[in-house]
């Protein structure tokens, strides 16, 4: 128990600290964008199927969003495309909830908790 509330508190330092250097970092983005994509790539690869399933459906939702948003406020604002763009989330969200519900049926199901590391 000591461990993990050692690890905890240690990554919430970290993210903190991380926060603080991104936004310190923002007048140059392409660095901040690979060090975003980092941390996130090292938390996903700790996720199991199922979690990695939902993740990559609410990444798409989600950068779908930040495009239509972008879009709406540089004038740059094509419905159609947008309703390409929700269509194709749409599409992600069914293509998930199909795997799991066949990986449920076959019994092989995960979780989505990804091995847990040695206490370094």
Do not use: E, H, I
Request: hydrophobic fraction near 45%; charged fraction near 15%.
């Amino acid at each position: 128990m000591r461990d993990l509330a050692k690890s905890a508190f240690s990554f919430t330092w970290a993210m903190s600290l991380f926060g603080a250097k991104q936004a310190a970092g923002l007048m140059a983005p392409g660095k901040a964008v690979g060090s975003f994509n980092s941390v996130t790539k090292a938390a996903v690869d700790t996720f199991g199927d199922t979690l990695q399933t939902a993740y990559r459906v609410g990444d798409g939702v989600q950068r779908g969003a930040v495009d239509m948003a972008f879009a709406m406020m540089s004038g740059n604002w094509n419905p159609a495309k947008m309703l390409g763009l929700s269509s194709a989330a749409m599409q992600q969200a069914a293509d998930a909830t199909r795997q799991a519900a066949q990986a449920a049926a076959s019994g092989t199901t995960d979780q989505g908790w990804g091995p847990v590391p040695p206490a370094g």
